[in-house]
């Protein structure tokens, strides 16, 4: 199936400039969507992660299905201010400002092996962030998991320099 027929580009939103890459189309065909889970799905049944950390808030989406079809932990990556109890946090630069993500400090185990989960990779600055609170706890990235990833803003480059390998399903060259 050629998922990228299902994904809406949107120019210039949030801002001028922005291709944005909408998921939401694929979400309205179910048979997409399970395309998608069952692609995650056959990547790791093998050798399954220990926990799927899924980044607020189209991560979420897609790692909740993956999650719920394979039997696994799903650890909420979140906007600053959203969990409620104990927190560990990463501020991480935007191309204008800064964003604060964070996870709860018990929702990894040191020795555990995680899947980061977004559904965009861009120029990795968000997974980046993500992968150094689950390193802080004491787990290990296996990889990152995108439906979509921009080629030109060099994410899996930022990433492999952290020795966090990219898998993504549809690559689009104009970002
Ligand atoms: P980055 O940290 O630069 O890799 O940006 C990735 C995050 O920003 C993901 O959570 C995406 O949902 C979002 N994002 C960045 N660029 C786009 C885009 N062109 N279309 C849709 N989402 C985007």
Do not use: W
Request: proline residues 6%.
């Amino acid at each position: 199936m050629d998922l990228a027929q299902y994904i809406r580009n949107v120019p210039d939103f949030p801002k001028a400039g922005i291709q944005f890459k909408d998921i939401t189309t694929l979400l309205l065909h179910p048979e997409a969507f399970r395309e998608v889970v069952r692609r995650l799905e056959e990547r790791y049944r093998s050798d399954p992660p220990d926990a799927v950390a899924a980044i607020d808030a189209r991560g979420f989406v897609f790692g909740a299905a993956l999650c719920h079809t394979m039997g696994l932990p799903l650890v909420l990556v979140r906007k600053k201010g959203k969990l409620p109890a104990d927190t560990v946090s990463a501020t991480y630069d935007l191309e204008y400002g800064s964003e604060t993500i964070e996870m709860h400090r018990d929702a990894i185990r040191p020795g555990n092996r995680v899947v980061i989960m977004d559904d965009l990779l861009a120029t990795g600055g968000t997974v980046a962030a993500a992968a150094g609170l689950v390193r802080q706890l004491g787990g290990k990235v296996l990889e990152a998991a995108f439906v979509i990833e921009l080629p030109p803003l060099k994410g899996r480059e930022r990433l492999a320099a952290l020795d966090i390998p990219v898998f993504s399903m549809v690559s689009f060259m104009v970002a």
